[in-house]
Every structure is written in C-alpha cells, then in structure tokens.
C-alpha cells in the first residue's frame, strides 16, 4: 500500500481584469502524475501531445519530493529549468507532499482537456469578427444605415446577410460613434453584433451545463479557445422539486407554473453571467454566442417549452434535435441577439449532455468496447463498440445525490464523502467539520466496507448484532433496531454537528439498492445488446461531479459497476459541459454532435421484459468477480469545493 | 354650368359575422360615372375590365334618372335585368337625385380598385396554409414533436423549414388536440402557425397605412383578397408632436422617449387590431400576416429605430429596404409570431407609403407624364415619364391639416370644408353643425375665393376695405385690421359654435402661401429633371384623403396645382393603403414594391439652389394661365365621415 500525499496545485489566473493567485489540495497515492491530478481536478496546464511526453509544454516546478527526472525531461527542459525545479507535469509524480507551481503562460490553454480524452480541437467557432468600412451617407444617396452596410458586407463577399431589429436598432449611434468604422459579428448569414471601431481582437462565449441540481457555466475566449472562468450556481428550479419528474409534473400544471420554471433556470444563468462578468471584467454584452447542455428536460425548461409528454409513455419530447435561438427570445442577459445553441438530444431520457459526454470522450471514434456512466440526478449509459452506440437512461440519481436518505445531502461542508472500516468507522467529512450527514460517494463507501465486513448481506439487510462474529464491539454496539428493520450509527451524537446519532436505516440500504440496481440492470441491457461480457470491458469512463468522487472499489463492492480491472475505469468529470464548450469553439464539433445524437441508438428500458428480470437481479449486493485489489485508489481532495 | 345632383350608395357589408346595410351620399355634378364616383368613396363595385364596359360585372340597381341605356348594357345585360332597372355602372350618369343599389354579390371583390387605375391583383400571398398529418410517437422511435412535424413538413416538399420557439412552444398540445393532424402557415420556409386540425379554409392578414396623424388598417381575406373590415384611430403619437420633425426630436431625446413613441403607434395598432376583431368576429391571433406603409419617420418609431439622422443632413435613415419582423418583437397583438412587412422607402422623407401609391395607381407602367401629389402632414411628390420616376417630399402638411391656421382645424365635425363667394360667403360646415374652424379643403377653398374676388392679392396681402371697389358690403364688412395686417372673418360670432367670430388672418395666408410654394416648387423641379411643361402634364393624382376632398379648381386657382385641364386631376383616395394592401394579397406586389423603391430616383430640394427659386416664385398666389372653368366639379361628401 502506497502512502498518502498532499498536492497542492498554486497558479494564477484573470480575475476581473487583474490575475489572481489560486490554490487547490488534493489528496493522493502517489500512482498518478501530476497532469492527471490536474486534470480531475479541472487545473489547467497545456500539453499539446495529450500528455504523451511530446510536446514539453506541461512546465511545473516541483516543491517537494518526486520521481526522478525522466529521459524525456532531460531532453525537453533547458539547463537553467531543470536546476530551477522545472519539470514535466505528465512525467512527475510526487513521492511525499509536494507544492506544484504552474507558470502563468501555462494556464492558458488552446485545446479542450478531459481525463484520458484528449480533444485537439481546431479553434473554429460558428461565430467570426470581421472589421468593416461602411460608406458614409450622401445628399444624393439616399440609402440607409443598414443598406450601407449590406453592401460593405457584400464586398467583403457576404451576400444576403440578415440583420436582426435589435442590430439595426443601435446601428445609427454604432456607424457616427465610430467614423463608418465598424466591426460585424457574424453567425453564418446573419449579423450578431455590430461595434464601433475595430474589436476583431475580442471574442467571447459562454458554455453552459444546465444539470438538474447544478448549473455550470464557463466563459471561453473564441480567439484562443481558452477558458476564461467558470462560475457554477444550484439550479433555482430546485425549490419547484429535486428531480426531472417532480419539475415535469410542476411545469405539466399550467402555463404560469411553466413559465416560473423557465425564469427560475434563466435567473440561475443570469447569475451565472453576473459572476463571470466579475471574475474576467469582460462584459456580458460581449458575450456573442451559448452553447448549451443539459437533459432534455432541462433543455425543455429553459426553452419555455412544456416537457409534459417527455413524462408519459411514449416519453416524447417537444423537440430532440439541436435549437438555435437569441438570446433575447430567453431573457438571457448576455448580448441579446447572441446566438443560444441548445446541442440536440438522443430521446426523452437521454439528453445533449450525454451527446456532450459522448463528444468529448471522443466515443464514437473509439475501436474498443466502452462503458460511459453518467450518475447525475439521472442516471444515462451509453455503451460504444466499434462506432455502434446505444444509449439508455435510469431514474437512478436522487440517492446518489443525497435525496431520499435519512442521513443524505449534497457534497458540501459536513458531509461524509470517504469511509473505511477498520476496528470502527474512519471517515473523511468535506471541510474537516463535523458531520451533518453522508453523500454519494460516503454513502456508496459506507454500504460497501457494511458489505466487506458483513454487518449488510447480499439481500441489502442489516444484520443484528447477535448474528456477527468476531466483528469488535465498536463496530457492533453501532447496529440497534429501528423503524423498519435494523439501523446502523455511522456517528455518534458527540461526533456530530448537531449532536444527533446519524444513522443509516434500512430502507436507506433499500434506496441505495433500487438506485444502483437500476444503474447496473441498464448496463447489463446495453451490453447484452451490444454482446459485450464484463470481462470484455476495455474501458469504464465515470461522467459527472458524482463519477470524479466515488471510490471505484466500494462501487464494485456493491455491484454497482461491473467487476472490471480497476485500471479500466477512469473518471471524465463535466465532460457534458467540455462537450459543450467544444462545439462553442468548433464548428466542426458542432455539427458532429447532431450526427451523434442521430448515431446513438436508444433504448427504452421501461418496454423490455429483459430489463425488470435484471434488475431484481441487480438489486442484489453481488459484487460477483470483484478483484480483490491491491491499491486504495484514493482520490480526494481536502478541502473538497463546495455546493458544485 | 350642370345642375348638382345627390347619389345615395346603397350595400350590404359584412361585419361580425352578419351583413349590415351601408349607405352614403355624395354630391356631384353629373359628369362622372356612377363607378367612378363610388370608386372616389371606397365604395366597391366589381369591374374585372377597369370600367371599360367590357366586363359586365359592375352591375348596379338605379332608382331616379339617368342617361340612357347604352348599347353595350343592352347587350351585356340580360331583359330580366333591364326592365329590372339594373344598370352598368360604367356607363350610368344620374340626370338628378338617385339612388344607386349596389347587389350584394358585386361588393365581394377580387380586385384591387383605385381611382383611374384598377391593378387585377391576383391572389396568390406569400404566406400559404397546409394541412398535414404527422406520425405519432412510438416507444421505440425517440423524435421529438418538431423532428416528426419537420419530417411531414418534408415528405410534402419543405425542405429545411424552421420552426420558431413560440410555435413549438405550442407544437405538443397542438399536435395531439387534432390527433396528430394539423395545418401549418407557412412564409418561406418558416413556419409562421400550427393548428389543430384543418384550417386552411382560413388566411387572414392586416394592411395598414400609418400616417403621422391617422392609423388606418383593414383585415383581409387572402383566399379572396378582399377586405372583410377597416378601422381607423388617430395616431397616439400626437400627443408627442403634430408633425415629424417634432417627433423625430422628441425621439432624439434618448431611449424611453423613443421607446414611448414606439409604443404609442403599436397601442394605437392594437386599437385597430381590437377594432376589426370585434367587427368581423375574427379573433386577432387569426391574423398571421402584416404588410405596413407609412413615412421613413413613422416606420422607423413603430420598429423603435431612432429616426434621428433622417432629420439632419444628409438625411440618412437607419434602413430603407423592406423590413420583415415577428409581431412579437413588436408586441403586435396578432398571432405572435405573424410576419410584419414594412414596405420598402425611397428616402428620408419619402417612404413607403409613396412607393405604395406608385404601386396602387400602376404609376410605373404608364407611359404618359403622371404627376402624384400626397398631401398628408408631409407633402410627397412623384413624377412619372416612360418608366422613369423621380420623387421629392417637401414640409407641407400642418397648414393642410389645420395645424399653424388660427382658426384651422382637422376635417371632423365643425370644420368648413366648401366656401364659394358670391354676394357673402357661403360655406358647408361637416356635419351640418355651427362651424368650429375650417379644415384643408375649406382653408383653400376661401382663400382661392378671395383671391378671386379681389380680397387677397397675388402677393397674399389682405386688402383693406377702401382698395375694394365694387365688392358688396356683407363681404367688405368682414376685413378688419388684425394684429399684424388685415383678417377676414370667415363666420360671424353669432353663427359659429363657440359665439366668436372665426377670422382669417394675414398670417395663416403666409402659412399656406409657405406650404402651397413649397408643394408647387416641388412639383416644378421633379417637371425640370423630366423637362415636362405643365401643358405636358397627362395626368395629376392626388393620394391620401386630403386629395380626396380638395376642391380641384380652387387648387389650381391660388398656383398649388400646376394648370392643366381639369379632367386630368384625379383623386386616388387613401392608395398607400391599398398599396400595402396588394402587397399582402400578392407576393408578386411585394417584390414589385421593393423594385419601385430603387427605380424611383430621389430629389433631396434643399439641396439644390434652383428649388429656393422656384420656392420664392411658387409662393406668389398666380395661378397664370389658368383657364376658366365651365363646370364647378363640386365632389363632397355630405356627411364626411368624421376624424379619419
């Protein structure tokens, strides 16, 4: 067992107009590099080669014990770095607690990173800038603004150019402001914006991931391709229900209710846009085009569209393929002629976050047999062989994510996240605080070491305390009887921060099973469709903020993952959200994801005999075939952000 | 001199749902025919070959006399019909009060009539209703609502259409109301409207004329082109300036005040909107197509555009091609998202309500030397030549509308609006009431009298008593000296409505003499650029409802008209309107409308030394070699309809 270190990542970055000095831990094994643990933690440092040890952009300077300098290193650092401590982020791994400091230029990325997906995508948005000299009016020409215009566009050889009222409107004070000196943004024959004087230098726009619980939005130089900022916000719809059915049902009641939905989301995007507009100092207005995510409920929601039909069988969206709108048809409060994109939907259940994941995961190029998990508020599968892609979704998250558990909440400050059982319960709480309560990634560890040791069957039922041998009585005095069957104590009152017994119950198991039985049950259709065995698995990619934290033991443990090598299963993080900002920057990824989401079969889990058969099976607590693994794989950070 | 005689209209309309009996009166001479005459009123009669007695469609009922039965009646009519008293109103002439019966069948035109120039418009809109069937939804085929109406939307050969938000919005509800089966409105390739079910025996649109002062709009059949109502409602910008130039600076002024503006023409929009719902019992959300004339000024403030540089030089408007919006950016209370057209300008101050009198009267095709003259609150000018137009506008109007006059007064009830002198002033008063002010007609009607009784000289100086030789007392007893020269009293005290004696004063001569010169210079500078001579002139039409009622002879006698045999000055009636009219009714008018534009050349007067001459000169009361009339051409309504 390799020991626990403690990295701590130190960079700057543009805050409002100045930079500013950033920090995240993150606690380790040691096994990773640097860029890995960066990446999964959503740190930015360049490295064009993906990490192959190439291109000797991913600079870092190492305070701290580490391996020792590579070959590769030595060739691609200069004398005066390797002296300074300089190394290669995708060469150095740390061997005790390290600092990592990232230089400034590094921090300012062209391509679009995920955990073991490299994109190299072209910066090449929809969106371009082009300056313009605009005749100026004449007594004898009697031509307006606009027509000038049109005409300076057609000599620059764009013909039948559309310009919105909005546009035209300012175009007066925009053409006299600027001596007949303009610049145009352009989204294919339509005109976005128009400013005085030349702004080609300038290019903004924003990628968002609309989520169920969490809504994440970045905002991205369309020049450098780079991110800028990020800002994320609990989605304000959360007040009308925590999950896709229970907002269905509100916004299914009646138009106003619809529509208090609709504003609820664009209030959480308009906070969202306010607070990168504070970090960057980079206005709203300038913000020309939106790439959205998000499911396609979320999508509906946003849109203003009823999804009601989305909740009834045939389960049948309003809308499924990509929607470009203004934004000012939103409310949206960047530029209101900006153009908002919505990426297209596979069905109902599977939504352009999905076909976000898919695209930056790069799925659908892969040759190998490759199992995508997204456990958000939904949970959506989709499985990949040989370009062949079929999809399915699972009303699977509330557990996971704190909702109908006793003891469960969010992973924010006080929550349970990490759980070992040794002679008693050793766990780790976000932001060192006493416990409030337990989320996903405890709550799947807490069941699986409950599992490991015994005190919970295969059948999901706590045992008494009478029935365990040999098992010490500070774990034992935990077990006592409750409403409905046993409970366990996972802290006492003394412990915790509201001095209540936190208590894991019996039908708190129930949930947890019924949640990661639906997951594991759609895994198993997907792969009977594809002919694809566990063993056969060459790849188990975790989406989402849930899929960055879980311990891929415990989720084995309990069969909520199929028995796989450890190896093969790696986290993506918000891959939706880097889907997203793809397209932003990318045409070319923009179109390929409405061939995605037209390749992604999908499957409707609720007409399949098969899928009720597997999931009383996978109900089960069997982790069957699981390995017995000889690393810990910790992957934490201390202190963990929190509330996104 | 041929005696007056009274021709009472009588029709059937239909207004909400039901017919209603209509009548008017007019008063003429005998000269015109009765086709011609209810063309002057709006009043329609069917005439598929333009009144040449070819067609035999515009039969009429006549009680009272007339001239005798022409050989073409005789044979285009059948016995039944002629001992019936039926007529072709082409060819009837009353020899005496009559009253003219007009059969229902007759008043549901296809054509587009004007006064003199009678377009077949044929009906064949831009926007076109089809009914379709949709797929229903099935488990296994994911597609959302829109992706399977896109797909009916192709298989019916529209390709690529869009659907905006606000339709599918609407799409599920709709789709599954008619069971999957609905018809669609489609403009282009955009989806205007869905439905449920078949509507196609529906298609309505709105036309409407936005003057400065008046707003008038009619709802149209486009399957039959015809117009099914007309309301009308004075402009709720007055309130912000009578004339352009005041509202172009009160817009000026900054945002709110232009908004402010904007939303004083679209109330007043929806006033008529409302107006023509509750005539027709067609409900406003039916109405999925808007084709609007009126001035470069007016546009710009109904699309909230500022209009600022139309009023200082060189005169640049912010657009002047067609303009095509949703209603919804307007807040038109329409269907939201009906297609609003605003038809293309020439200029600054020559708009698209010119080009739609050009349209209607078919100035373009006429080979023989036209002149149009529209006289609202501006003064716009064409002159037309073998195809080749040329247009001016000068600042003409307030004077006509009874702005600037001391005792001017609109064209409602109260207002004279016939003077002639003989012994004493003899005056019609609209309404029949005591007179409250004088109106357009009526302002040059009694200075055309007095200048021809000697009273006002040629210079426009009120003579004093004493210089009067000859004249009778009850006429010599009106001039009095006023505050700066002379006045006349039109009425005395004890006629007029408010007990005070309604004057004339030397400085309301100055003010017409400054509006009639400007008109005048205006008309010879476009006759200099085509190098016609009055004699030349084939043609005269006077547009919008002040040429309508002005007194031909007493126009030409003060020098506003150019002198020309009478028979050649024609009134058009309110042809802006019936302009945009077409163009809704027929995509061919609207693209015509837009060629008008750029062929009509544009003279900017103030830019041209020769028009301060020809001003200095036109402002003299000469009307030179005008002839002496044998006929009085009285043409008046009694009653004139009120206020628009």
Redesign the interface.
């Known amino acids: 067992m390799r020991s626990i270190v403690q990295v701590t990542f130190v960079w700057q970055e543009q805050r409002g107009g100045r930079r500013e000095q950033r920090q995240e831990q993150v606690i380790t094994n040691g096994d990773k590099t640097i860029l890995g643990l960066a990446r999964e933690q959503d740190i930015k440092i360049d490295a064009t080669c993906g990490g192959r040890g190439r291109c000797g952009r991913c600079k870092v300077i190492v305070h701290g014990p580490a391996n020792d300098i590579s070959k590769s290193e030595e060739q691609l650092l200069t004398k005066e770095e390797l002296t300074g401590g300089v190394r290669l982020a995708c060469y150095v791994r740390p061997q005790g607690n390290v600092r990592i400091e990232i230089p400034t230029s590094r921090t300012e990325l062209v391509q679009i990173l995920t955990e073991g997906s490299e994109q190299a995508v072209p910066v090449e948005p929809d969106i371009t800038k082009e300056y313009l000299v605009v005749d100026k ?4 020409t ?6 000038r215009l049109l005409a300076a566009l057609e000599q620059a050889g764009h013909v039948d150019s559309s310009i919105p ?1 909005g546009v ?2 300012d ?3 925009v053409l ?1 402001k600027g001596n007949h000196q303009v610049t145009v943004t352009r989204w294919h024959n339509r005109i976005v914006a128009i400013e005085s004087g030349d702004t080609t230098d300038e290019l903004f726009g924003l990628a968002v991931d609309i989520g169920t619980t969490t809504v994440v939005g970045g905002l991205i130089d369309l020049h450098q391709g780079k991110e800028l900022a990020v800002a994320a916000r609990l989605n304000g719809q959360a007040a009308y229900g925590a999950d896709v059915i229970s907002r269905v049902e509100y916004a299914s009641n009646g138009t106003s209710q619809l529509r208090r939905l609709q504003q609820a989301v664009i209030d959480t995007l308009n906070g969202i846009v306010a607070e990168l507009e504070d970090k960057t100092g980079i206005a709203a207005s300038k913000i020309h085009r939106v790439v959205l995510v998000g499911n396609t409920c979320m999508q509906h929601l946003a ?4 999804p ?2 989305i909740a009834r ?9 990509r ?1 470009d ?1 203004m934004a000012t ?1 939103l409310g949206l409060a960047v530029h209101p002629e900006a153009v908002v994109t919505f990426l297209p ?4 259940f ?1 939504g352009a976050d999905t076909v976000g994941v898919v695209l930056a995961t790069g799925l659908a190029e892969r040759s190998s047999r490759v199992v995508m998990i997204d456990i958000g508020t939904n949970g959506e599968l989709v499985m990949s062989y040989e370009g062949k892609m079929v999809s399915c979704s699972t009303a699977a998250g509330p557990a996971f994510e704190g909702a109908q558990i006793s003891c469960g909440m969010r992973a924010g400050e006080g929550a349970i996240e990490f759980v070992e059982i040794g002679d008693d319960i050793e766990s780790v709480v976000i932001g060192g605080t006493p416990p409030r309560g337990i989320c996903g990634s405890g709550l799947i560890d807490m069941v699986a070491e409950l599992l490991r040791v015994g005190i919970v069957d295969e059948t999901g039922r706590l045992q008494d305390a009478a029935e365990l041998e040999g098992l010490a009585q500070s774990l034992t005095e935990r077990i006592r009887a409750g409403e409905a069957g046993n409970e366990f104590v996972v802290a006492w009152a003394a412990e915790t921060a509201d001095g209540n017994d936190l208590v894991l119950t019996q039908r708190d198991i129930r949930e947890l099973q019924l949640a990661k039985g639906a997951i594991r049950a759609g895994t198993k259709i997907l792969q009977k469709i594809l002919d694809i065995k566990d063993e056969d698995i060459d790849e188990l990619l975790l989406a989402g903020a849930f899929g960055n934290y879980i311990r891929k033991e415990s989720a084995m443990q309990m069969g909520l993952l199929p028995c796989i090598p450890l190896e093969r299963i790696r986290s993506v993080g918000n891959a939706a959200r880097v889907g997203a900002r793809q397209c932003l920057i990318s045409e070319t990824s923009l179109k390929e994801a409405s061939r995605l989401a037209l390749e992604i079969d ?1 499957v ?1 889990l609720s ?1 399949r005999a098969d899928f009720q058969e597997a999931f009383m099976d996978a109900m089960l607590f069997t982790p069957g075939t699981v390995s017995v693994q000889d690393s810990t794989e910790i992957n934490k950070k201390v202190p963990r952000d929190q509330a996104v």
């Open positions: 009016p004449e007594l004898e009697p031509a307006g603004d606009r027509e009222l035209m409107a175009l007066p004070e006299r849109l203003g569209v009823s009601t039909y069988s045939p389960y049948t969206p309003a809308f499924s393929h929607i709108v048809q939907n596979v069905a109902g599977v999908y409707e007409g």
